[in-house]
């Protein structure tokens, strides 16, 4: 029997979820502005529910210039006033630094590795724990289930859909090469 993951089936009514789960959870991305945009997503979502992310990232990707990091690394005092002052998003002090203090990190890794997914891939396969020391020694305000949501959202860790759930092959299908049979 062919059944949704179980989050998606206990939230019936929950349309930001399901296209979601459908369409991006747990599929790989390529480019490195969204891998940020997804990091600083889950960043912001640490302590706080996921649907009140995906109900905002509409505003998110407005006030952090559509997640272009060399734009985010250039932020300075003023923009950090105006992300503060932004309802739209979330306004916490140590989540909005941390975006631009990221971004300047991972314009670091393109330098070295080309893109941020050269530097993700140079890394992998890695296990969960293995993933959280690597974030937390390269990134802040990035914890273990910030690193796993963000690896596994972005399809490098497995575990983002049931075998059963018919996105499953789907986004199986799409591994690359190395992480298949993993």
Not at 18 to 34: M, S
Not at 43 to 52: H, M, R, V, Y
Not at 79 to 95: H, Q, S, T, W
Request: proline share 3%; net charge positive; with cysteine.
């Amino acid at each position: 029997m062919t059944t949704y993951c179980g989050y998606v089936n206990s939230h019936p009514d929950d349309l930001f979820n399901k296209e979601y789960h459908d369409t991006q959870y747990g599929f790989p991305l390529e480019d490195d502005n969204l891998l940020f945009e997804r990091l600083i997503l889950e960043i912001n979502q640490a302590g706080l529910s996921w649907i009140l992310i995906l109900k905002r990232a509409d505003n998110f990707r407005k006030a952090y210039r559509g997640f272009d990091i060399a734009k985010v690394a250039k932020f300075n005092e003023k923009d950090r006033a105006r992300l503060l002052a932004d309802a739209g998003i979330i306004r916490n002090r140590l989540k909005v630094n941390a975006a631009i203090e990221n971004a300047k990190r991972i314009q670091s890794l393109q330098k070295e590795f080309g893109s941020f997914k050269g530097w993700l891939d140079a890394h992998h396969p890695l296990t969960k724990d293995e993933g959280t020391k690597l974030f937390k020694k390269t990134f802040v305000f990035t914890g273990g289930e910030i690193v796993n949501e963000f690896l596994m959202s972005t399809g490098y860790l497995q575990g983002a859909h049931a075998k059963s759930c018919p996105i499953y092959k789907k986004v199986a299908s799409l591994r690359p090469a190395w992480m298949r049979g993993r």
